[in-house]
């Protein structure tokens, strides 16, 4: 039997997972309960969500081991609560919380071998996942929610492997899904170009920085090729 989540995403995780919890261990009480990136979040609510996003995910690894669905979450209202009920734990609660939550979806998605019962899940937006993409879709949220504390780490920080494949996973979303008000983004630092609207200037930059605007982040210089000012993307989710 082989594992459903590829060998090179799990240990991408488990390195994302663990550079994560360094940084928070050196963290305390006080900078949690500063404001994070995102609109009525502290940073406690950020690692709220993603001790709860670990936990969900492993609810997805078991719907594809079972058959049975299991959302990864009972309803947006129970996942809103569950993340106002973390962010007021103890900060070493939390952090002990968001421990036992990665090590759950990483036994969970160690136990989960080919073949599975469910290929196709839903993401607790909705969204179709993979089984097999498990694992790419939580580094998703831990590498870019690690930007949402308005810390240390920045966009320009992400590695080449997971902008090329966040980029490739999310801009034919964008492009059929949302009105992009551009054409085509042009990656200056890997030659890489993504077409994401139906017309509209081009942008350049690099790829981090290009997918931070995709997604609504914080990022550096973009140009675009008709010298124009640089759009707002519309809304991811």
Same mark, same amino acid.
Request: contains cysteine; charged residues 25%; glycine residues 6%.
């Given at each position: 039997?082989?594992?459903?989540?590829?060998?090179?995403?799990?240990?991408?995780?488990?390195?994302?997972? &663990?550079?994560?919890?360094?940084?928070?261990?050196?963290?305390?009480?006080?900078?949690?309960?500063?404001?994070?990136?995102?609109?009525?979040?502290?940073? =406690?609510? +950020?690692?709220?969500?993603?001790?709860?996003?670990?936990?969900?995910?492993?609810?997805?690894?078991?719907?594809?081991?079972?058959?049975?669905?299991?959302?990864?979450?009972?309803?947006?209202?129970?996942? =809103?609560?569950?993340?106002?009920?973390?962010?007021?734990?103890?900060?070493?609660?939390?952090?002990?919380?968001?421990?036992?939550?990665?090590?759950?979806?990483?036994?969970?998605?160690?136990?989960?071998?080919?073949? +599975?019962?469910?290929?196709?899940?839903?993401?607790? &937006?909705? +969204?179709?996942?993979? =089984?097999?993409?498990?694992?790419?879709?939580?580094?998703?949220?831990?590498?870019?929610?690690?930007?949402?504390?308005?810390?240390?780490?920045?966009?320009?920080?992400?590695?080449?492997?997971?902008?090329?494949?966040?980029?490739?996973?999310?801009?034919?979303?964008?492009?059929?899904?949302?009105?992009?008000?551009?054409?085509?983004?042009?990656?200056?630092?890997?030659?890489?170009?993504?077409?994401?609207?139906?017309?509209?200037?081009?942008?350049?930059?690099?790829? =981090?920085?290009?997918?931070?605007?995709?997604?609504?982040?914080?990022?550096?210089?973009?140009?675009?090729?008709?010298?124009?000012?640089?759009?707002?993307?519309?809304?991811?989710?």
């Amino acid at each position: 039997m082989s594992l459903a989540t590829p060998l090179t995403h799990l240990a991408e995780l488990r390195s994302a997972e &663990s550079a994560l919890e360094r940084d928070l261990a050196g963290r305390d009480a006080a900078w949690s309960r500063q404001a994070s990136a995102l609109p009525g979040w502290t940073r =406690a609510h +950020v690692v709220a969500h993603l001790a709860g996003n670990a936990t969900g995910m492993a609810n997805l690894a078991t719907w594809a081991s079972s058959g049975t669905e299991t959302p990864m979450y009972p309803s947006r209202e129970v996942r =809103a609560d569950e993340i106002e009920r973390r962010a007021a734990l103890d900060w070493a609660e939390l952090l002990a919380d968001l421990t036992a939550s990665v090590q759950a979806l990483d036994d969970a998605l160690q136990a989960l071998t080919e073949p +599975v019962e469910a290929r196709l899940l839903r993401l607790g &937006s909705g +969204v179709p996942v993979e =089984a097999a993409g498990l694992g790419a879709a939580r580094i998703r949220e831990v590498q870019i929610h690690r930007v949402d504390l308005a810390s240390d780490f920045r966009a320009s920080d992400w590695d080449d492997a997971f902008t090329l494949r966040t980029m490739g996973q999310l801009a034919p979303f964008f492009a059929k899904a949302r009105d992009v008000p551009v054409h085509t983004l042009r990656c200056a630092d890997t030659g890489h170009c993504w077409q994401v609207g139906r017309d509209g200037p081009d942008l350049l930059g690099t790829e =981090a920085e290009l997918l931070a605007w995709l997604i609504g982040r914080p990022h550096g210089t973009i140009d675009t090729t008709d010298k124009s000012s640089l759009p707002s993307a519309p809304a991811w989710v």
